[in-house]
């Protein structure tokens, strides 16, 4: 049995170390959260993170133009629909033995296993969880997202944001620690794991007409070593334990574990070994807070210009002044020279003003990717878009995200499928596997359309090469000996994400050339004997008499 009083001590001092680590980061989350995602992010500001959960106020304050805070929006839209569109295929089941991958047994079976994979995703609450994850990505460079087991579903997955978790890496620099803070009353404490579980203060709160009342909850899961003695779950490589941060009695809420890790923490950039990323929000920041500062001090002036400040006699202290069009307003002969006036000229150059503005929009949209992922955003309003099309117009900015794509196909996308095909054997929804399977790798391929795309801007040279070796062919065909042709559409076909299924294999390539060859020799055969067998049949027609050409053949004396 577990050491609970132990497992407990260990909860907090883990608990203390990845919330030390967190405040670093906390400065510059607030601002993140105040100049591009007012409504994202729980407990930067507050002392207590239950204050932001019962607030609905305005968030927005700092905000005046909301320039950034859209192009997030445009962000996580093309990340959704060029990365993981739900409504075309991104991800392709292979094997990492080439060869077994031909045979049809085992290709029916990985395209079953896909459409199951694919029919599980389409009914979860996957595809927003995901959308959720790049806005956080995109603004706060870092995201995190449980994938849970859920009955009617099979799969369900629970976004979080920036404030209410923390993370830990392995030695790899991997994500491997999860640690989650949250709210509940006591009520559903009591109904989520049952009154032996809960502390004394949740159940008097239950018993005496207070079940309303707010619990801290932190849920941690980590790797299932040695530093404390669980056997209840050592079987399984991550622990996972709920308990009460505030009580100070020697209980867990549940004690359990799982296969694989069950959290995906993917960051849009790492510096160094930080478990925390950067992401286009920390880059555009300085910018977006430029961009509130000069469309504060744009209204001013236009507001002074509209409305400025005035200065006139002290005799008119006790005068009512009609500001309205068309007002009027009784001055004193004696003072009226000395009207009311403006304190200042105010000559601000709006059209400079503008111009600034507007650069430094296309700055917060450029550092956001909004011209390449506007373009796959409004892809259902265009007819034709290909991955060619965006690698064509699109290569700095793909080059550039290439290494992001790398990492989230790492740490967000491998997790998730693998999770998922994990929940899919445990419940029975996944087919018998060919027994030539056994031992054999499963290797996910990315067929999106940013992934095809990274893979077009590779095109590009090989095009040039054919472009160049068919100029030199020109003069001289013989350079053409130097171009493997078959290697040639194979690497073609990989690059531009062309199904498997229209490249037919070397070996039945080779089958098929010898029987091509075969049929040319015969076809040369009977070409060759054909003249002969037309002269003997000529022969044969020949008549017997006199003259006849036999006679000249044989020699005959002709009469």
């Not at 849920?219 to 334990?241: C, I, M, Q, T, Y």
């Not at 031992?439 to 893979?455: C, D, H, P, R």
Request: proline share 6%; net charge negative; hydrophobic share 40%.
């Amino acid at each position: 049995m577990a050491n609970i009083p132990e497992i407990r001590k260990h909860l907090l001092e883990v608990a203390k170390q990845l919330d030390d680590v967190f405040e670093q980061t906390r400065p510059a989350y607030r601002d993140l959260q105040e100049y591009i995602l007012p409504w994202s992010g729980i407990g930067l500001s507050a002392t207590d993170a239950s204050s932001d959960l019962e607030d609905y106020d305005r968030k927005d304050l700092s905000i005046i133009d909301s320039t950034a805070t859209y192009a997030i929006e445009v962000l996580a839209a093309g990340m959704q629909s060029g990365l993981t569109s739900p409504a075309r295929p991104w991800f392709r089941l292979g094997l990492s033995n080439g060869e077994m991958s031909e045979d049809p047994e085992i290709k029916q079976w990985l395209h079953t296993v896909e459409n199951e994979m694919r029919y599980v995703f389409s009914r979860s609450n996957v595809y927003q969880g995901l959308h959720h994850t790049y806005k956080e990505l995109g603004g706060f460079g870092t995201a995190a997202m449980a994938m849970l087991f859920q009955f009617d579903t099979l799969l369900r997955v629970r976004p979080f944001t920036v404030g209410e978790y923390r993370i830990g890496l392995s030695a790899e620099l991997r994500p491997n620690t999860f640690l989650t803070y949250c709210y509940m009353n006591a009520r559903q404490l009591v109904e989520r794991f049952g009154r032996d579980n809960v502390s004394e203060q949740v159940i008097n709160a239950y018993e005496n007409g207070q079940s309303e009342t707010l619990f801290k909850i932190a849920w941690l899961v980590e790797p299932n070593d040695d530093r404390v003695k669980a056997k209840d779950f050592l079987g399984r490589p991550f622990r996972s334990v709920y308990f009460e941060c505030s009580s100070r009695e020697d209980k867990v809420l549940d004690i359990s574990g799982f296969k694989s890790f069950p959290v995906v923490a993917p960051r849009w950039d790492v510096i160094s070994n930080k478990a925390y990323g950067v992401g286009p929000g920390h880059v555009t920041l300085g910018n977006v807070k430029m961009l509130q500062k000069m469309q504060e001090k744009g209204l001013i002036a236009l507001d002074k210009s509209v409305d400025p400040p005035l200065v006139g006699p002290s005799d008119l202290k006790q005068t009512i002044i009609n500001t309205m069009p068309g007002g009027v307003t009784a001055i004193d002969e004696m003072t009226g020279t000395q009207g009311l006036r403006p304190l200042y000229e105010m000559r601000p150059d709006f059209q400079a003003l503008e111009f600034k503005i507007d650069a430094t929009r296309l700055q917060i949209r450029t550092g956001f990717y909004n011209d390449l992922f506007l373009m796959l955003a409004n892809q259902p309003l265009r007819s034709g878009i290909t991955a060619t099309e965006i690698a064509e117009r699109h290569e700095e900015k793909l080059i550039m995200l290439g290494p992001v794509l790398e990492r989230l196909h790492a740490e967000l996308l491998d997790p998730l499928i693998d999770r998922a095909f994990e929940l899919m054997l445990e419940n029975n929804m996944v087919p018998p596997a060919p027994e030539q399977l056994q031992g054999t790798e499963i290797k996910v391929e990315y067929i999106s359309i940013l992934a095809q795309a990274q893979k077009m801007v590779a095109t590009t040279s090989v095009n040039q090469f054919f472009g160049f070796a068919g100029q030199l062919a020109a003069a001289n065909p013989e350079v053409l000996d130097k171009i493997d042709f078959d290697q040639a559409v194979d690497v073609y076909a990989d690059l531009t994400g062309v199904p498997p299924s229209l490249v037919v294999p070397d070996d039945q390539v080779a089958a098929k050339r010898q029987a091509r060859a075969q049929q040319q020799m015969a076809q040369s055969a009977m070409a060759m004997i054909q003249p002969a067998a037309q002269s003997v049949k000529a022969m044969a027609d020949a008549p017997m008499d006199s003259n006849s050409a036999l006679d000249a053949l044989l020699g005959r004396p002709t009469r």
